[in-house]
């Protein structure tokens, strides 16, 4: 395999992930996860998103998570709006980047945002306006990129149509969302292969859902085609509210355990990020699907039983 010596992980739990718990999650519980995962030295975190409170009422108290957390230096502070009116408030939050929303297929758009791809074109140009101002750069991402759980293939010559109207807004780079784990390893090496050549100056991250346990190999498939920015939910929280059949992102300890195990830096220190896993199951009362949490990392040895350490003289 050719995979590069570093990637890139946003952690995404906080919002892609406590935006379908059904249980409001007090602010100041939020904002611990944020500053433990700022511990853990995550080099990204999307801590929250400024959406119609209504519509994601988890969400609501976006501006106090904000206020309230604490700023690693070297981390970057990342929040989600789907409009301009959103970006208003993640500027004067204090947002270090603005991350957008936009879906491939005009169904799951609609469902998601309410406007069609073209209204939310309109919309992201004046978020652009408005980032730009603010000297904040924006992330476009694109839901739906590889499936649509209501019209099902996205083609790939809309995906690279959609590509081309974001990059012309200016932006620093696109996340390609798997919103509802449809794509396989072979679809994200050719959908990667076929787009970043065409705007090389972009940052491209890939944004997984493991609904269908193919995240970790669509990760390293993209890898393998040169991406190193990878979004990632603590102890594998996370689904969109607007997909039927969403479930959550790629598990970052489970993620971060298989890149530390291969010999890829991260920058992130895996027994605190595994801490925050636990401290989250705790706050959301359940368990999480990430798997190190339960094994212990790749490394872990056991006592050889007496019977076996009799025999081996020990
Ligand atoms: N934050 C807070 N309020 C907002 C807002 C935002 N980002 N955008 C719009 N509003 C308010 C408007 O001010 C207006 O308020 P009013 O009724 O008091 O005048 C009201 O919402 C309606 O505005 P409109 O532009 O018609 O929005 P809408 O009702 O069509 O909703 C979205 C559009 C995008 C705001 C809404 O669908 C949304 O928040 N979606 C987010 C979905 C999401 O988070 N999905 C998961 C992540 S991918
Ligand atoms: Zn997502």
């Not at 872990?300 to 076996?308: A, F, M």
Request: proline share 7%; net charge negative; hydrophobic share 45%.
């Amino acid at each position: 395999m050719k995979l590069p010596p570093r990637v890139t992980i946003c952690e995404v739990g906080t919002r892609d992930g406590f935006q379908i718990e059904p249980e409001f999650i007090p602010t100041e519980l939020k904002i611990e996860v944020v500053d433990r995962l700022s511990d853990a030295g995550l080099p990204a975190i999307e801590v929250t998103s400024f959406v119609h409170p209504k519509v994601v009422p988890q969400m609501r108290d976006a501006e106090a998570v904000m206020a309230g957390i604490r700023r690693r230096p070297g981390t970057v502070y990342t929040a989600l709006v789907p409009n301009d009116k959103g970006a208003v408030r993640a500027v004067d939050a204090g947002a270090d980047e603005l991350r957008t929303v936009i879906s491939a297929s005009e169904s799951h758009n609609l469902a998601n945002v309410n406007m069609t791809v073209e209204e939310s074109l309109t919309r992201l140009a004046a978020v652009a306006e408005v980032a730009g101002r603010a000297g904040v750069p924006v992330v476009a991402g694109i839901s739906t990129s590889f499936g649509c759980p209501f019209e099902g293939t996205v083609p790939l010559d809309r995906l690279d149509w959609l590509c081309g109207r974001l990059a012309a807004l200016g932006v620093r780079g696109l996340g390609l969302a798997d919103t509802t784990g449809m794509a396989n390893p072979a679809q994200v090496a050719r959908t990667f292969a076929a787009l970043q050549p065409k705007w090389p100056g972009l940052e491209w991250t890939l944004h997984t859902h493991d609904t269908r346990a193919m995240a970790i190999p669509n990760i390293l498939a993209a890898m393998e085609g040169g991406v190193t920015h990878f979004d990632a939910s603590i102890g594998g929280l996370g689904g969109c509210p607007f997909a039927p059949g969403a479930s959550g992102n790629v598990c970052t300890e489970d993620l971060v355990h298989c890149l530390h195990a291969m010999g890829i830096e991260t920058g992130i220190d895996l027994d605190r990020l595994i801490d925050t896993a636990r401290r989250v199951q705790a706050i959301v009362g359940r368990a999480l699907p990430g798997q190190v949490i339960k094994a212990g990392p790749w490394d872990r040895r056991y006592p050889l039983p007496d019977s076996v350490a009799a025999r081996r003289g020990g």
